[in-house]
T-cell receptor, first 113, second 111 residues
Framework: EAQVTQNPRYLITVTGKKLTVTCSQN?????MSWYRQDPGLGLRQIYY???????DKGDVPEGYKVSRKEKRNFPLILESPSPNQTSLYFC????????????FGQGTRLTVV | DAKTTQPTSMDCAEGRAANLPCNHS???????VYWYRQIHSQGPQYIIH???NNETNEMASLIITEDRKSSTLILPHATLRDTAVYYC????????????FGKGTKLSVIP
């Protein structure tokens, strides 16, 4: 089954404790991205990757890092989480750039206390 | 990217067709119209997309006006499981990084 898998689904952590949210897709997609969703602000893009070792900032990249060492994986790294990073996070992937659909993971609900 | 305007919310009776409008008056010639939905807090789900012609798939139909300044997503027989927020997005591409989500339309399907 074609899918984007995020882990963990739920995470509560403390301020400053480094964490990684993993994202993996089994569709051999080139494009992957991370979004965060907050009440009243909708879905906002954090980072994206157009291929292995190619990443770029989205609209809200501050406080986040990403890497794309393999085509299937695109982890989101929070080096020093802060409470304002409490949010619902989604990973997405797509086959190409044009005339294609994006597949989203089920989300990771992160709480930073 | 072109900006879209959607109603904040709509109701639809179960079993009836749900018609969700979207205005995109500043759409460019190379921009597609995409529809996604988000059920509760799940990941957004692709529904359908089109450039100029009307499109239909197993989930929905997309009607794009001739001037491309507006479109309508049609769910032919709405069920309770179609209750969700529906997003209309216009974009020159649709790689997963090219999607700009607005506030969407909250569709409530009523028994």
């Amino acid at each position: 089954e074609a899918q984007v898998t995020q882990n963990p689904r739920y995470l509560i952590t403390v301020t400053g404790k480094k964490l990684t949210v993993t994202c993996s897709q089994n569709m051999n997609h080139e494009y992957m991205s991370w979004y965060r969703q907050d009440p009243g602000l909708g879905l906002r893009q954090i980072y994206y990757s157009m291929n292995v070792e190619v990443t770029d900032k989205g609209d809200v990249p501050e406080g986040y890092k990403v890497s794309r060492k393999e085509k299937r994986n695109f982890p989101l790294i929070l080096e020093s989480p802060s409470p304002n990073q409490t949010s619902l996070y989604f990973c997405a992937s797509s086959r190409g750039q044009f005339n294609t659909e994006a597949f989203f993971g089920q989300g990771t609900r992160l709480t930073v206390v | 990217d072109a900006k879209t305007t959607q109603p904040t919310s709509m109701d639809c009776a179960e079993g009836r067709a749900a018609n969700l409008p979207c205005n995109h008056s500043t759409i460019s010639g190379n921009e597609y119209v995409y529809w996604y939905r988000q059920i509760h807090s799940q990941g957004p789900q692709y529904i359908i997309h089109g450039l100029k012609n009307n499109e239909t798939n197993e989930m929905a139909s997309l009607i794009i006006t001739e001037d491309r300044k507006s479109s309508t997503l049609i769910l032919p027989h709405a069920t309770l499981r179609d209750t969700a927020v529906y997003y209309c997005i216009v974009t020159p591409g649709a790689g997963s990084y090219q999607l700009t989500f607005g506030k969407g339309t909250k569709l409530s399907v009523i028994p």
